[in-house]
């Protein structure tokens, strides 16, 4: 996709003619013009020359964005046009005044004017002329691109503004000279006649109103891109780097992959490294949104543009420049702020008529006026009014904004939308597909049960196990090699190692043929006794998943592993359910232990042992019922976030997942899905909300100019007035939009964790706090501790309970003082013995 700077756009009309423009070349596949960044996105083989001449032909100018040099916060800063137009406001107000003076000052509350104009008429009306032609000039903007989008046969908002404030001039100074020959003649009547017909303050507050308007829409569309801004600050300017032994300062922009980099405390981290040496506490929230620093150690990954808080790091760059982590970021909410969402497209249709439209109806309003038998001035007053109340810029603007705050809050809280389409579309899902491993649970399974049967010894199966799990990537076979390092098992070789996708894995060791599989995987080779198959379903029970090898087709035994869910996800589930949104598990494990993992995190639907090539099968199935997002993190997701309607990609996961994604959570939160889908709703009703009263206002606004109500109800509307309000019409939309700043999309859950937290600092302050530790046998993996935990906590009196079955203990913490036979009793009843 390549990026173009265009100039001289002024309403949603021109985004229109422009995007037309474009689109209409030959090897232009899309084309999407962004009013608000005054950017234009375009895909296809059409050259830049090509490109860049529709644009000036269509009468605007056209630039093509640099490479990164110029991904900086300046290539989107308001700042400079809100300055230009503040200055441009103080000398039309400065003039103004004077004008309001000699004109209505004068001749309606009788304020005295130097004697050599008090009597003379033709001279008031002279300095009227040419204090009102000051402000034309000082404003001559308006004139400029409103005439040549006129002759360009593409007329915009500020040919509506020309127009208006221009025929009040040109009446005025048609007056003006009628007046002089009335006064050669002697006609008294005829000369006050005629200074009633001026409307030089007319066509000067026009201009100052509107540009009033158009200085507080700068300062608003400024406030929308803060937080991208904000990202793009990030950036480091310089580096520490290692070269021949020494420490050297060099730019940001010139560390190489490979080089090795200092980052000391109180320095952020100038690209994507990994820690080679040292230690540190690295706040990442820019990143992340995850206020609580964390602690990096060798081997860690650091990302460019997060802070050292404390300690000394020596890192080798991974990804420099445009690669980094920050960069992909600034890209993808700057990629996405320039999209269109599908909710546009009306609007665009209708600002594409609209100002000839307008036009149109302000002339027609003339002349039925004038025909009615109403004078030259109150017809032109009218059709004045029609051409300065119309706004089409309110129009243009009430989906851009939207979309580029909702990006920015997205981005704040680790939320990143790909396309506008995206943040559309996330907020309508029905059904939303989690992958288990890394995204429902923690990702990190541990072994619980190790159980030899046909004579094996737990040592055998073990070593066995360990020896054929080395060579899998699989998360369960992670654990197994995990957990023989710990216990310093030796490994023998394995050779002709295969692995079956989804089923499990095979070897050689000794010349024996060693396989390892799920039940079902197992079954297809060997037969498995009854017996065997209800230890397999006890453990499946609980919630562990049963993995069984055998050796030259005799059972060896089976060793259990568990993978704990996180702590968020039971309650990010409650919530998207609470939001009518179906939640379905999607897992390569047995039915048994999928339904008690469903259970725990709460998931109204599960579907079991789905191979990693069935899963966007599944997600087909699911969007026959309504729009399906799928959440996932590994490479085997990648095709189901593919085919959903929204992917959405957990951050710690693989690159082609992210690469496969909508949506990006740089935290490995199940929260931030709900956040996500509360966001897009949130920017969808603020543009709804903004597109209705853009709507409703020239709706409302333009029969109320034209005089629709006059016969009715005696309102007609003052060309001033109607140039006041369309200069708030585009404020008001972008400030409605900058409220999505406000828009609550945290998980409710965690602000009850909070609060919990809270509770207990308290106590401990207060010295109220009591802790009391159990010693608990029967606890072997994180869904037993979930059960301790919660039965302890429903004891009256205890604030919290901390259970760890690796250390067989739960660290109970209590307001008041509670029996020890009463926490006792009540773990005890839920299968576990209390031993002191």
């Given at each position: 996709?390549?990026?173009?700077?265009?100039?001289?756009?002024?309403?949603?009309?021109?985004?229109?003619?422009?995007?037309?423009?474009?689109?209409?070349?030959?090897?232009?596949?899309?084309?999407?013009?962004?009013?608000?960044?005054?950017?234009?996105?375009?895909?296809?083989?059409?050259?830049?020359?090509?490109?860049?001449?529709?644009?000036?032909?269509?009468?605007?100018?056209?630039?093509?964005?640099?490479?990164?040099?110029?991904?900086?916060?300046?290539?989107?800063?308001?700042?400079?046009?809100?300055?230009?137009?503040?200055?441009?406001?103080?000398?039309?107000?400065?003039?103004?005044?004077?004008?309001?003076?000699?004109?209505?000052?004068?001749?309606?509350?009788?304020?005295?004017?130097?004697?050599?104009?008090?009597?003379?008429?033709?001279?008031?009306?002279?300095?009227?002329?040419?204090?009102?032609?000051?402000?034309?000039?000082?404003?001559?903007?308006?004139?400029?691109?409103?005439?040549?989008?006129?002759?360009?046969?593409?007329?915009?908002?500020?040919?509506?503004?020309?127009?208006?404030?221009?025929?009040?001039?040109?009446?005025?100074?048609?007056?003006?000279?009628?007046?002089?020959?009335?006064?050669?003649?002697?006609?008294?009547?005829?000369?006050?006649?005629?200074?009633?017909?001026?409307?030089?303050?007319?066509?000067?507050?026009?201009?100052?109103?509107?540009?009033?308007?158009?200085?507080?829409?700068?300062?608003?569309?400024?406030k929308t891109t803060n937080a991208l801004k904000s990202l793009m600050k990030l950036?480091?300017?310089?580096?520490?780097?290692?070269?021949?032994?020494?420490?050297?300062?060099?730019?940001?922009?010139?560390?190489?992959?490979?080089?090795?980099?200092?980052?000391?405390?109180?320095?952020?981290?100038?690209?994507?490294?990994?820690?080679?040496?040292?230690?540190?506490?690295?706040?990442?929230?820019?990143?992340?949104?995850?206020?609580?620093?964390?602690?990096?150690?060798?081997?860690?990954?650091?990302?460019?543009?997060?802070?050292?808080?404390?300690?000394?790091?020596?890192?080798?760059?991974?990804?420099?420049?445009?690669?980094?982590?920050?960069?992909?970021?600034?890209?993808?909410?700057?990629?996405?702020?320039?999209?269109?969402?599908?909710?546009?497209?009306?609007?665009?249709?209708?600002?594409?008529?609209?100002?000839?439209?307008?036009?149109?109806?302000?002339?027609?309003?003339?002349?039925?006026?004038?025909?009615?038998?109403?004078?030259?001035?109150?017809?032109?007053?009218?059709?004045?009014?029609?051409?300065?109340?119309?706004?089409?810029?309110?129009?243009?603007?009430?989906?851009?904004?939207?979309?580029?705050?909702?990006?920015?809050?997205?981005?704040?809280?680790?939320?990143?939308?790909?396309?506008?389409?995206?943040?559309?579309?996330?907020?309508?899902?029905?059904?939303?597909?989690?992958?288990?491993?890394?995204?429902?649970?923690?990702?990190?399974?541990?072994?619980?049960?190790?159980?030899?049967?046909?004579?094996?010894?737990?040592?055998?199966?073990?070593?066995?196990?360990?020896?054929?799990?080395?060579?899998?990537?699989?998360?369960?076979?992670?654990?197994?090699?995990?957990?023989?390092?710990?216990?310093?098992?030796?490994?023998?070789?394995?050779?002709?190692?295969?692995?079956?996708?989804?089923?499990?894995?095979?070897?050689?060791?000794?010349?024996?043929?060693?396989?390892?599989?799920?039940?079902?995987?197992?079954?297809?080779?060997?037969?498995?006794?009854?017996?065997?198959?209800?230890?397999?379903?006890?453990?499946?029970?609980?919630?562990?998943?049963?993995?069984?090898?055998?050796?030259?087709?005799?059972?060896?035994?089976?060793?259990?592993?568990?993978?704990?869910?996180?702590?968020?996800?039971?309650?990010?589930?409650?919530?998207?359910?609470?939001?009518?949104?179906?939640?379905?598990?999607?897992?390569?494990?047995?039915?048994?232990?999928?339904?008690?993992?469903?259970?725990?995190?709460?998931?109204?639907?599960?579907?079991?042992?789905?191979?990693?090539?069935?899963?966007?099968?599944?997600?087909?199935?699911?969007?026959?019922?309504?729009?399906?997002?799928?959440?996932?993190?590994?490479?085997?997701?990648?095709?189901?976030?593919?085919?959903?309607?929204?992917?959405?990609?957990?951050?710690?996961?693989?690159?082609?997942?992210?690469?496969?994604?909508?949506?990006?959570?740089?935290?490995?939160?199940?929260?931030?899905?709900?956040?996500?889908?509360?966001?897009?709703?949130?920017?969808?009703?603020?543009?709804?909300?903004?597109?209705?009263?853009?709507?409703?206002?020239?709706?409302?606004?333009?029969?109320?100019?034209?005089?629709?109500?006059?016969?009715?109800?005696?309102?007609?509307?003052?060309?001033?007035?109607?140039?006041?309000?369309?200069?708030?019409?585009?404020?008001?939309?972008?400030?409605?939009?900058?409220?999505?700043?406000?828009?609550?999309?945290?998980?409710?859950?965690?602000?009850?964790?909070v609060t919990e937290k809270t509770e207990i600092k308290k106590y401990e302050r207060?010295?109220?706090?009591?802790?009391?530790?159990?010693?608990?046998?029967?606890?072997?993996?994180?869904?037993?501790?979930?059960?301790?935990?919660?039965?302890?906590?429903?004891?009256?009196?205890?604030?919290?309970?901390?259970?760890?079955?690796?250390?067989?203990?739960?660290?109970?913490?209590?307001?008041?003082?509670?029996?020890?036979?009463?926490?006792?009793?009540?773990?005890?009843?839920?299968?576990?013995?209390?031993?002191?």
């Amino acid at each position: 996709m390549r990026k173009f700077k265009i100039t001289g756009m002024s309403c949603a009309a021109c985004s229109t003619r422009v995007e037309k423009a474009v689109s209409k070349l030959d090897g232009v596949d899309v084309c999407s013009v962004n009013l608000l960044t005054n950017s234009m996105n375009v895909e296809g083989s059409a050259s830049d020359g090509e490109i860049i001449s529709a644009v000036e032909k269509a009468g605007y100018g056209a630039g093509k964005f640099g490479e990164k040099k110029q991904a900086k916060a300046a290539d989107i800063d308001e700042n400079k046009d809100f300055v230009t137009l503040k200055n441009r406001l103080i000398w039309s107000v400065g003039i103004l005044a004077v004008l309001m003076y000699v004109s209505m000052g004068h001749m309606m509350w009788g304020w005295k004017l130097p004697s050599f104009l008090s009597d003379n008429h033709i001279a008031m009306g002279l300095v009227q002329l040419i204090l009102s032609a000051l402000i034309m000039v000082i404003n001559q903007k308006f004139f400029i691109s409103g005439f040549k989008g006129l002759l360009h046969r593409a007329p915009n908002m500020d040919t509506l503004v020309a127009l208006g404030s221009g025929a009040s001039f040109v009446y005025s100074t048609y007056a003006l000279f009628a007046m002089t020959d009335a006064q050669l003649k002697g006609n008294a009547d005829a000369v006050m006649h005629y200074m009633h017909e001026f409307y030089f303050e007319s066509a000067a507050m026009i201009l100052t109103l509107i540009t009033v308007g158009k200085m507080l829409e700068a300062y608003s569309k400024g406030k929308t891109t803060n937080a991208l801004k904000s990202l793009m600050k990030l950036a480091p300017k310089t580096a520490v780097i290692i070269r021949d032994g020494k420490e050297v300062t060099i730019p940001a922009d010139e560390v190489q992959k490979g080089d090795i980099f200092i980052v000391r405390a109180g320095a952020n981290v100038p690209v994507d490294g990994i820690v080679e040496d040292g230690d540190g506490s690295v706040d990442e929230s820019a990143l992340t949104g995850e206020s609580i620093p964390v602690d990096k150690s060798k081997g860690d990954k650091v990302s460019a543009g997060t802070l050292n808080t404390s300690g000394y790091m020596r890192c080798s760059a991974v990804k420099v420049g445009e690669d980094t982590t920050l960069s992909q970021i600034i890209k993808m909410v700057s990629d996405a702020s320039a999209t269109k969402a599908p909710v546009a497209k009306a609007a665009d249709k209708v600002s594409g008529i609209f100002v000839p439209t307008v036009i149109v109806i302000a002339v027609v309003t003339f002349f039925v006026w004038f025909f009615a038998g109403k004078d030259v001035g109150f017809s032109l007053a009218r059709g004045i009014s029609v051409l300065v109340i119309s706004c089409p810029c309110a129009l243009g603007l009430a989906t851009p904004v939207a979309i580029m705050v909702g990006n920015g809050v997205g981005a704040k809280n680790g939320i990143l939308f790909k396309t506008a389409v995206s943040l559309e579309e996330t907020g309508k899902i029905k059904n939303i597909a989690l992958d288990k491993t890394g995204t429902i649970t923690k990702g990190e399974p541990t072994v619980t049960d190790i159980i030899p049967l046909g004579g094996c010894t737990k040592e055998k199966l073990l070593q066995t196990a360990y020896s054929a799990e080395k060579k899998s990537e699989h998360p369960l076979a992670g654990a197994i090699v995990k957990f023989g390092d710990e216990n310093s098992v030796s490994a023998i070789e394995v050779n002709d190692f295969k692995t079956l996708s989804g089923s499990g894995i095979e070897g050689k060791i000794n010349g024996k043929t060693v396989i390892c599989g799920s039940l079902k995987f197992i079954s297809q080779k060997i037969k498995i006794p009854g017996e065997t198959e209800k230890i397999s379903d006890k453990l499946a029970d609980g919630g562990k998943t049963p993995l069984f090898f055998a050796e030259d087709d005799v059972l060896l035994g089976i060793i259990a592993v568990a993978d704990t869910i996180k702590d968020d996800s039971a309650s990010a589930i409650a919530e998207l359910k609470n939001m009518g949104i179906k939640t379905v598990m999607l897992t390569g494990d047995n039915q048994k232990t999928a339904d008690a993992i469903g259970k725990i995190a709460g998931v109204d639907t599960v579907f079991a042992s789905v191979m990693p090539n069935e899963k966007e099968s599944a997600i087909r199935r699911l969007k026959e019922s309504g729009k399906t997002a799928m959440v996932g993190d590994g490479i085997n997701d990648a095709p189901a976030l593919t085919s959903a309607d929204v992917g959405i990609a957990i951050g710690a996961g693989t690159d082609i997942a992210v690469e496969s994604a909508d949506v990006v959570l740089m935290k490995s939160s199940l929260s931030d899905a709900v956040s996500a889908v509360k966001l897009s709703r949130a920017t969808l009703r603020n543009i709804h909300e903004n597109l209705f009263w853009a709507f409703f206002y020239n709706v409302l606004g333009i029969p109320l100019a034209a005089g629709v109500f006059i016969p009715l109800f005696n309102l007609r509307l003052n060309p001033m007035f109607a140039a006041f309000a369309m200069s708030l019409s585009s404020f008001c939309v972008v400030t409605n939009a900058l409220r999505l700043n406000l828009a609550k999309i945290k998980v409710n859950g965690d602000k009850n964790a909070v609060t919990e937290k809270t509770e207990i600092k308290k106590y401990e302050r207060e010295g109220k706090i009591m802790e009391k530790t159990l010693k608990i046998e029967g606890m072997m993996c994180g869904h037993c501790e979930a059960t301790v935990k919660k039965c302890l906590e429903a004891v009256d009196g205890v604030v919290s309970a901390d259970v760890s079955h690796t250390n067989g203990t739960a660290v109970v913490k209590l307001d008041k003082d509670v029996p020890y036979d009463t926490l006792k009793s009540a773990v005890e009843n839920q299968g576990y013995k209390v031993i002191g």
